[in-house]
């Protein structure tokens, strides 16, 4: 991220942000909202209640055409063919060496689908999915067609259904629906990237502004507040959730980032399916792992992680972790590698452990999951 200097597309959202005294960053050629009253502010209030996010920078998709299906198992490393319509499914774009185009959320709609990928990477995986579909498929960018607001937290499910005409508590984890919010057509999916209860709602960008608004009116009595880029990247690092261009890019694949099971080596063909069958045979030189520190400090990426008095691997995400309140991170170390490390942290050697994930783990999605499944199988009276 770089300092505020245009030119910078600005999302539907922008006027809003800078009302609200956010502060603003570029970001993948964006002007987002770093954040508004504080980063460790914002990130406990989704934990505590919900908060309210501009993800409009995020790149979307849809494929459509009789290969259209043929075509999402060619180019992703998941089973797009098991996605019951209104489903959404967790999966990765890799290029043929088996490492990382991109992760992504693949939405079926009926007999179109949607994929949602990283701001940063849009354009090139809009080249490389239509390189690669084959024929039968149509793949239409329209990013610039759509808004997406996010609203996340425990109390979102209230929020959201105070302001919605549909059945919002009906929509499972990982499942969309259309309905309307503020009056608005739109998408409606109980996704997000926080480890909370959340929903992800796109809407035409004109409408975005009036999403927004009510959804903010609506979350006054639970506190709803904006929450920016830099809470979004610590909610996200407690779950131990891959990001991509730190944790995950094109040198590595899902054997060495532990995303085996969004790769379906038995489906058939698909990009990149040799070399990471390859490099599971062989065994990977490196794994992502969660470390946490036992000392004062923060982590940050590219720091060496230490063992023994040598270097084993680098650091790709850290941070300070508000909710559990010390330094956690992910990073890449040989294979096996457990119990205490260090970290470099600028020319001093703190000590670490590493642990299982996620760090944290009481987030509401397991919660409301929970509930969900009991009410599912509960007699009927």
Same mark, same amino acid.
């Given at each position: 991220?770089?300092?505020?200097?245009?030119?910078? %597309?600005?999302?539907? +959202?922008? =006027?809003?942000? *800078?009302?609200?005294? /956010?502060?603003?960053? #570029?970001?993948? !050629? $964006?002007?987002?909202?770093?954040?508004?009253?504080?980063?460790?502010?914002?990130?406990?209030?989704?934990?505590?209640?919900?908060?309210?996010?501009?993800?409009?920078?995020?790149?979307?998709?849809?494929?459509?055409?009789?290969?259209?299906?043929?075509?999402?198992?060619?180019?992703?490393?998941? %089973?797009?063919?098991? +996605?019951? =319509?209104?489903? *959404?499914?967790?999966? /990765?774009?890799?290029? #043929?060496?088996? !490492? $990382?185009?991109?992760?992504?959320?693949?939405?079926?709609?009926?007999?179109?689908?949607?994929?949602?990928?990283?701001?940063?990477?849009?354009?090139?995986?809009?080249?490389?999915?239509?390189?690669?579909?084959?024929?039968?498929?149509?793949?239409?960018?329209?990013?610039?067609?759509?808004?997406?607001?996010?609203?996340?937290?425990?109390?979102?499910?209230?929020?959201?259904? /105070?302001?919605?005409?549909?059945?919002?508590?009906?929509?499972?984890?990982?499942?969309?629906?259309?309905?309307?919010?503020?009056?608005?057509?739109?998408?409606?999916?109980?996704?997000?990237?926080?480890?909370?209860?959340?929903?992800?709602?796109?809407?035409?960008?004109?409408?975005?502004?009036?999403?927004?608004?009510?959804?903010?009116?609506?979350?006054?009595?639970?506190?709803?507040?904006?929450?920016?880029?830099?809470?979004?990247?610590?909610?996200?690092?407690?779950?131990?959730?891959?990001?991509?261009?730190?944790?995950?890019?094109?040198?590595?694949?899902?054997?060495?980032?532990?995303?085996?099971?969004?790769?379906?080596?038995?489906?058939?063909?698909?990009?990149?399916?040799?070399?990471?069958?390859?490099?599971?045979?062989?065994?990977?030189?490196?794994?992502?792992?969660?470390?946490?520190?036992?000392?004062?400090?923060?982590?940050?990426?590219?720091?060496?992680?230490?063992?023994?008095?040598?270097?084993?691997?680098?650091?790709?995400?850290?941070?300070?972790?508000?909710?559990?309140?010390?330094?956690?991170?992910?990073?890449?170390?040989?294979?096996?590698?457990?119990?205490?490390?260090?970290?470099?942290?600028?020319?001093?050697?703190?000590?670490?452990?590493?642990?299982?994930?996620?760090?944290?783990?009481?987030?509401?999605?397991?919660?409301?999951?929970?509930?969900?499944?009991?009410?599912?199988?509960?007699?009927?009276?």
């Amino acid at each position: 991220m770089t300092a505020h200097s245009d030119p910078a %597309r600005r999302t539907p +959202l922008h =006027d809003r942000h *800078v009302a609200a005294g /956010a502060k603003l960053v #570029e970001f993948v !050629g $964006f002007l987002m909202p770093m954040l508004y009253a504080g980063i460790v502010a914002e990130h406990l209030r989704v934990r505590a209640t919900a908060g309210l996010f501009d993800v409009s920078h995020m790149g979307e998709f849809l494929v459509h055409g009789p290969g259209a299906l043929e075509a999402l198992e060619r180019v992703t490393t998941n %089973r797009a063919a098991a +996605l019951a =319509d209104g489903r *959404v499914q967790y999966s /990765a774009l890799c290029y #043929e060496h088996g !490492g $990382f185009v991109d992760d992504l959320l693949v939405y079926r709609l009926g007999d179109r689908y949607m994929l949602v990928v990283n701001a940063a990477n849009k354009d090139k995986d809009l080249e490389w999915v239509r390189a690669h579909a084959g024929t039968g498929a149509t793949i239409e960018d329209v990013s610039d067609d759509t808004g997406l607001v996010a609203v996340q937290g425990p109390a979102s499910e209230a929020v959201l259904a /105070a302001v919605a005409r549909g059945d919002v508590a009906g929509i499972p984890y990982y499942a969309s629906a259309t309905m309307e919010v503020a009056g608005k057509r739109a998408l409606v999916s109980r996704t997000g990237y926080t480890g909370e209860d959340g929903f992800e709602i796109f809407t035409r960008p004109d409408d975005a502004g009036a999403v927004w608004d009510a959804l903010l009116e609506a979350g006054r009595p639970h506190s709803v507040e904006p929450v920016g880029l830099g809470a979004r990247d610590t909610l996200r690092l407690e779950l131990g959730y891959a990001l991509y261009g730190n944790d995950i890019d094109e040198t590595r694949t899902p054997v060495e980032a532990n995303l085996m099971w969004i790769t379906k080596l038995d489906k058939g063909d698909f990009v990149g399916r040799d070399a990471i069958a390859r490099r599971l045979e062989e065994g990977p030189r490196e794994r992502l792992v969660g470390f946490e520190l036992l000392e004062r400090g923060v982590p940050r990426p590219g720091q060496r992680l230490v063992s023994g008095g040598r270097g084993i691997g680098v650091v790709t995400s850290g941070s300070f972790s508000p909710s559990l309140e010390k330094g956690i991170g992910l990073g890449y170390a040989p294979p096996g590698t457990s119990g205490a490390i260090e970290v470099e942290i600028r020319d001093r050697l703190v000590s670490a452990r590493i642990v299982s994930l996620p760090f944290y783990r009481r987030g509401s999605i397991r919660r409301s999951q929970a509930a969900r499944e009991r009410h599912s199988v509960a007699p009927k009276r």
